[in-house]
Nanobody, 125 residues
Framework: QVQLVESGGGLVQAGGSLRLSCAASGRTFGRYAMGWFRQAPGNEREFVASINWSGGSTTYADSVKGRFTISRDSAKNTVYLQMNSLKPEDTAVYYC??????????????????WGQGTQVTVSS
């Protein structure tokens, strides 16, 4: 069992930056691939970024490529999403998810086993 808690959301102006954190419980965090997804009002939840269990492979949605960076610190049981050059269309609730063990990252929500409660990111124009 893995429990995930997101933090770091907030209100930021367009062009600004935020870093989201996802803290995981459990000694087996290092075995799980991690993903970030987001859901804007009226929209379906969509893939943002993923990182495999070892941290050696990452993938990004085209809409965030070059602006967002996913990383992990297994010693701290935490995965991060650094978001730069934020745009109003990045406004959403951001969720982290865990898939494992020893998995690659995935763009597909159904392949993730555990989910956090989400953190709100609002980008003003």
């Amino acid at each position: 069992q893995v429990q995930l808690v997101e933090s770091g959301g907030g209100l930021v102006q367009a062009g600004g930056s935020l870093r989201l954190s996802c803290a995981a419980s459990g000694r087996t965090f290092g075995r799980y691939a991690m993903g970030w997804f987001r859901q804007a009002p009226g929209n379906e939840r969509e893939f943002v970024a993923s990182i495999n269990w070892s941290g050696g492979s990452t993938t990004y949605a085209d809409s965030v490529k070059g602006r967002f960076t996913i990383s992990r610190d297994s010693a701290k049981n935490t995965v991060y999403l650094q978001m730069n050059s934020l745009k109003p269309e990045d406004t959403a609730v951001y969720y982290c998810a865990a898939r494992g063990p020893y998995s690659s990252g995935s763009n597909y929500q159904y392949e993730y086993d555990y989910w956090g409660q989400g953190t709100q990111v609002t980008v003003s124009s």
